[in-house]
Structure formats: C-alpha cells, structure tokens
C-alpha cells in the first residue's frame, strides 16, 4: 500500500512517494520545503536552488513527471491548497473530523481535532479497515485468502482457509505441501516438490507406499476394519479377536497393514486406552488375537481394533467396538467340598505370606530406620556386572560414580535379602524395564515435588554402568484411582517409546509392593525456569541464550510432540514448565501425568486439570482434548519462548479465557519476535482445531526458522545494556 498519493511501481512493487512524502508505504511526511527519496532537497529561503518553492515545479520519476512541491498547485505552482486538500499539486484530500479547518497542506495532519471516522494514523491517511488483501501496520502487507476475501487486520491470517498454494500471509508453500493453507502434505520421491496449488509432484513420482492417484497427487487411503473383534472375557482377562484387515469385503482404504493397535477404554473415564500392538506380518489362519490383562473383575469394558500402514499417520479409524463385562469370581460353597477345601488353603497360605511380609517388612524397616531419608537398595555390583537391559543400549551413558548416593541396605547383614527384596508384579509393559531392586540406589537428594510425591536423585544399574536418574514412587497406600493414574502416565511414557526430545523411562523395579520408575536425569531444570533466569536482567546473562537456541529450543519441542502425536497420544500439559533440560541443554518433554491415548471428553474434576492459560477454547468450554489442543498450547508455550518467560495472558483472570477467546481475543505479539514467529502462533490459534497445522507441520516450519535465523531475525534476545521491553512474569498466575 502506497499512502499520501504513492503509487506501486508495477515492476519491483515498491511505493514511488510524491514529493514531500518519504519510507517504504509513503507514510512518513517530509519536513516543510523538503522533498526527495529521503527529504534530502529543500527549496525556499535557504534551499539549493536559492529560491522560494513558490513557481518551482520538479521533475520526478514516473507517474509524476513534472509536479509542484506538497502544499502547492495550479500552473507555474503559485497556489496554496484549498481547504481540505494537501500534498504535491494539493491532490490528496484531507478525513479531519472538523472538515472547516482543513489540514496541514503540506503534511495532512489535520489542523484542529482527529480524524474523521474511518481513518487513522498521524495525518488520517490510513483506512481503519484496511482494503481487502492487506493487513499490518498501515495495511501494508499483503495477505491472500480464499476467494480473496479479507483477512485479520493485524495478523493477516484469513477467517476462512488460504488462497491455494499460500500459507495466508506468504505466496510460498513450505516444500512438501500444498494446497488451502498449504496444509496438505505431498508425497513425493526423494521429497521433489509438488505443486503449490494442485499438489501433483514435478517428478511424476511417488514415495514408496503412495500411489498417484490418477492426476498425479500421492496418497493412500487408511485402512479401516469394518468388524468389531470378537472378545472372550473371564473375571481378569479378555481375548481379542479379529481377522486381518482386507477379509472383509466391507473393509475400506489401503494397504499394506503392517500392525494393529488393540484398544480397550478405560472403566473410569470412559476414555480409550492403547494396549499395545500385534505385527500383521504372520498372519495365522485363525486370525489375529491378544490377551489383555489384569481387568477389574465385573467391569464393562469397550475394545476396538485398528489396521496401521507404514509412515507417520498411518493409522486407520478404531474398527466398531465390542462392549462386553468381565466375569463375577464363580464360587459355589456348599455344592463343592473340594472348592471349600482349596479356598480354606487359599487363606491359610494368604496369612502365611502376610506374617512373612510383615516380618520382612519390620526387618526392611528396621534397615532404612538408621538413614530414614533414603529407600534401601542392596547393590552387589559383582554380581550384577553380567545383567542385560534391552534399554541400555540407546540411553546416552552419562554413567556415574556411586558417591554421593546412599546405598542404604549394603552392609553384612543384607547381603542375603537383596536377592529376595525383588518381587514381580503383573503388568505387562513393565516386562522390558524392569530392574531387581538392588540395581536402583536412592540419593538423599529431593530434585522436585510432583503430583505423586517426592521425586529423588538416584542411580540405576544398567548393562553397562550406574546411570544418573530421577526416580518416582507410587505410594503402597495410594488410592485406586491415583494408582491407575500413575501407571497409566507411565504406561503411556512406554507406548511412546523414546525420542531424543522426550523423556526416556530407563527402568521400574518394585519392592515391597511399591513401585519405582526411574526417568533419566535431565539435571538443568525446566525450561520456564531457565528463561526466566536467562533474560538480560535475570543474572544468567545473554551469553548464555542466543536467538538461535531459543529457536532450536521450539524445533526440538515441536519435533518432540510430532512424534507423541503420531504415537497416538495426547500430553494436555504441553506449557515450558514441563519441558526439562538435559545437561546439554537439549529440551525433553515430560509431565505425562494428564497423558491420553485417543481424543479425550473428560469430566472436570477440582484439582489435576490441565492449567486453563494453557488450554485451548474447545477445551476450556466442553473440556474436550485432541493432538490439535495439543498444538494450541503449543503456541503458548512458542510464546512463552518469544518472551523469554513471560505469564500467558498476565493480568487476566484465567475464568474469563473462554469467552475473550470466543470474541477471538488472543495473546499479543511479544516484542521480542517478529512476525513471521508471531504468525505460527496465531495459526496455533485458529477457533476451529481442523485449521491448525499438525505438528508434523509446525516442526517443519520452526525447521526452516532454525536454518534461516542467520538471515532473518525471529526471536530477539535484547542486549543487556539496554532496558528490555520484556513481557510480565507473573508467578501467582502460572497456573502450577
Ligand atoms: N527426569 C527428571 N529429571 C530431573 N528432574 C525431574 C525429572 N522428572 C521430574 N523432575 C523434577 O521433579 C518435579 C516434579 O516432577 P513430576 O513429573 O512429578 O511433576 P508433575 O508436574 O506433578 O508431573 P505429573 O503431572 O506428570 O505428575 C519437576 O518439576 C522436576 O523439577
């Protein structure tokens, strides 16, 4: 937009100012007599011609030739501007609310009063909406929706979808996307581009497993079973069964069907929970089926079966599900002698073992009673040397001395318990990472305070050394539920499997009924924390966060959560506070303790909700939960980021979130950032989760951010000399 009569030159899409009038869009108003690309020229009493602007024409580029200095007109420019006009030949027309005073006929500034309505800006020459296809400051960037129509006035982001091949802001699709909001991924050979608009790829060439689908876009369809499984169910376990994907005539999509993922939902929240999966590769005559257990005894259960194809995504919709109850404990005393004969040695044998465990229980005491701040752990590290974790073998091997950690428990008399201290329990995915007791030592060091209690320093004993770890317990005494919980943030930890951006569960070992998870150590706390500590006036010092770490900091997040997305998984806490950083400072999610497997509606319950300032609008209003919430509190926390630690929405009650952001209030660009940064937040935003970018997505653009920093600066780290315009930290409303 070309502003104070600047036209667009039609080749390089730069504004020509008229005379008077200078900057990129013209906006800028030229000192009294001066004229030129930069004011440069005066004429007038001390001007370079030694005469008055009065009959002095001037000769500039096209389209205005030959003209009159600002203020002037007529032939030989010997007239002042009539009222209500200003600018060179006085062609501009004045928008002053008192339109008798007219304005400066030089500059436009009006002469009395503001702007007539409608009109903006110091001499009322910016529309107050702007025209359709432009947005910013001073309307002058160009947006491109769909069908061409407006976009948001500040943002430029579209209410509707993009225009094809665009990203709404931006005429480029990143490489691999295409179409409406450049939101749909194209699949490629050797990621050759397709095209923005269409999406068909250049090379005429797909990725394995994509087939053209006849106008030259990659795709496949993804499986979907169309039969519910069979289950058999008995008072802890079901059976389930299905056929492979592709018997059934009514089956949809395409192959091949690499594996299935079982689910079953959970009897307390109603929600689906990932049991795991079976590989289709061997598929038996009979079909395909899985033991799922323990089950609570006389509880409906729902089960569901999904078809997965190879690749990110690549999972079908849950098949029907089968809803079936487990079965009561059959007892019928009095018509079986021999049941009543097994069930009297049943209790014989139960209180036999509870006297041993309380017997055990007072000499474990008795041994922790001396360090009382520490769990015992008998480690006979000669013995252990030969032990073999499958695990060991990715974990990066910040191996450790044992000093400094209280090996309570390894003195003469213990030596014989520490082989019998270890006792299996039944849960299945625990089979992989567990650990005899002995292998974990406790430290007395308390690293931090969760939900489910104390978390501690310690070491683990894998195949290859001690490891540093954190390690949580679940109380013996913990209530059902809070019982379910833990297990099933650390079940969903497992199914996740590891990722150098995610918190990675070395080892759980059980004792005495207690459990024990043991996460690798990520010694420099989480990443709030650190921002905050590392503002120029924080006492850190800007050495130690350039710009470029704060970008690698959202990659590496974002990188992190495309793969929990594509796991299935939902993390509902995704905010600073739960990402940790390792000792190289590399950031990992954690805070799985609200995790879900599948699209979640969950009751709101007093206390463990996600924290509001973080959630999403369809969350905060009908408490639903999917990966795309997942990607609106993504761009808080890219917000958090940006301003290097600031409070979400400081100052506002978190209670009236919902509402502001159904009149489309949101977040305001942090100084620090610059558009582009900002933009990828607002899309995060977007009212409707279908319009926010996956996170396979956004880690693609903060990819290309953190290549580009050199070039462009997207998040700006002020130097410590100047005052920083940082944004409030406000920990009463950090929603902890
Ligand atoms: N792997 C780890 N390495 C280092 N410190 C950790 C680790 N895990 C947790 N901590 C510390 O312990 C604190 C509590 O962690 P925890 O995961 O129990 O918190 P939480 O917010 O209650 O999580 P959740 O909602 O998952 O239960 C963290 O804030 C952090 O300081």
Not at 22 to 45: D, I, L, M, Q
Not at 56 to 74: A, E, K, M, T, W
Not at 138 to 152: E, L, P, Q, V, Y
Not at 614 to 640: C, P, Q, R, Y
Request: glycine content about 10%.
């Amino acid at each position: 937009m070309c502003y104070n009569g600047g036209v667009c030159d039609d080749k390089t899409g730069k504004c020509i100012c008229p005379p008077g009038f200078k900057g990129p869009n013209c906006v800028t108003a030229c000192p009294a007599y001066s004229f030129g690309w930069n004011c440069e020229f005066r004429c007038g009493g001390r001007n370079l011609f030694g005469s008055s602007c009065n009959f002095v024409q001037f000769s500039l580029p096209d389209p205005f030739g030959i003209s009159c200095i600002s203020g002037r007109y007529g032939s030989g420019c010997s007239s002042g501007c009539p009222t209500g006009r200003f600018g060179a030949d006085c062609l501009q027309e004045c928008h002053c609310m008192f339109a008798d005073n007219g304005c400066n006929s030089t500059t436009g500034v009006c002469n009395f009063g503001g702007c007539t309505d409608g009109w903006l800006g110091t001499n009322c020459q910016i529309p107050d909406v702007c025209p359709v296809g432009y947005y910013g400051l001073n309307c002058a960037s160009m947006c491109h929706c769909n069908g061409k129509a407006a976009c948001d006035k500040h943002t430029g982001y579209c209410s509707g979808r993009c225009a094809p091949g665009s990203t709404c802001v931006s005429w480029q699709c990143d490489s691999g996307y295409f179409g409406e909001d450049c939101s749909k991924a194209c699949y490629c050979k050797d990621d050759t581009p397709c095209d923005a608009i269409t999406g068909s790829c250049r090379s005429g060439l797909c990725l394995e497993q994509y087939q053209s689908d006849g106008t030259g876009i990659c795709q496949f369809l993804l499986p979907v079973l169309s039969q519910p499984p069979k289950v058999e169910v008995d008072t802890t376990s079901a059976t389930v069964r299905w056929e492979a994907w592709g018997s059934h005539p009514m089956d949809a999509g395409d192959g091949p069907v690499i594996e299935y993922t079982i689910y079953r939902s959970n009897p307390s929240t109603g929600s689906w929970v990932r049991v795991s999966t079976v590989q289709a590769k061997y598929q038996p005559p009979e079909g395909f089926s899985f033991l799922i257990d323990p089950l609570q005894q006389l509880t409906v259960y729902n089960f569901s079966v999904a078809a997965v194809r190879e690749g990110d995504g690549g999972e079908g919709p849950r098949s029907p599900e089968t809803t079936i109850r487990t079965e009561p404990q059959a007892m019928t005393i009095g018509t079986n002698i021999g049941l009543i004969v097994a069930v009297c040695a049943l209790i014989a044998v139960i209180v036999i073992v509870v006297v041993v465990d309380y017997l055990r229980f007072r000499r474990f005491s008795k041994r922790l009673r001396p360090k009382s701040h520490s769990i015992a752990s008998a480690v006979n590290m000669n013995s252990l040397a030969a032990y073999d974790n499958p695990l060991a073998d990715d974990i990066p091997r910040n191996s450790v001395t044992m000093e400094g950690y209280d090996d309570v428990g390894n003195d003469a008399n213990d030596g014989a318990d520490a082989a019998t201290t270890y006792e299996e329990v039944d849960l299945p995915w625990t089979k992989s990472l567990t650990v005899p007791i002995d292998q974990l030592s406790l430290g007395v060091k308390v690293i931090g305070t969760g939900h489910f209690g104390e978390v501690r320093l310690a070491t683990v004993l894998l195949s290859d050394g001690h490891l540093k770890a954190a390690v949580k317990q679940l109380q013996v005494n913990a209530p059902a539920s809070e019982n379910e919980r833990f297990l099933e943030e650390y079940r969903t930890l497992k199914d996740i499997g590891t990722h150098p951006n995610i918190v990675r569960m070395l080892a759980v070992a059980f004792h005495e009924d207690v459990l024990y998870v043991a996460l690798e150590y990520l010694s420099n706390g989480d990443l709030r924390t650190y921002l905050r500590g590392a503002r120029p006036d924080g006492g850190v010092g800007q050495s130690s966060l350039s710009d470029a770490k704060l970008l690698q900091f959202a990659f590496d997040v974002a990188k992190g959560m495309q793969h929990i997305a594509a796991s299935g998984v939902i993390h509902r806490k995704v905010a600073a506070a739960s990402i940790l950083l390792d000792e190289n400072m590399v950031p990992k999610i954690s805070g799985f303790g609200l995790a879900r497997c599948a699209e979640v509606i969950v009751e709101k319950p007093k206390k463990l909700f996600p924290p509001p300032r973080w959630m999403a609008l369809e969350s905060l209003k009908t408490n639903t939960f999917t990966s795309k919430s997942d990607v609106w509190s993504f761009g808080i926390l890219l917000w958090e980021i940006s301003s290097v630690g600031a409070t979400p929405y400081a100052g506002i009650k978190s209670t009236s979130l919902g509402t502001r952001f159904e009149n489309g209030y949101r977040l305001p660009k942090p100084d620090s950032c610059n558009d582009e940064i900002y933009g990828l937040m607002q899309q995060c935003w977007q009212e409707n989760p279908k319009d926010r970018p996956p996170f396979k997505k956004v880690a693609s653009i903060l990819e290309g951010m953190a290549k580009g920093h050199k070039q462009q600066r997207y998040i700006q780290m002020s130097p410590r000399s100047e005052t920083p315009h940082y944004l409030n930290i406000r920990p009463d409303q950090d929603d902890k």
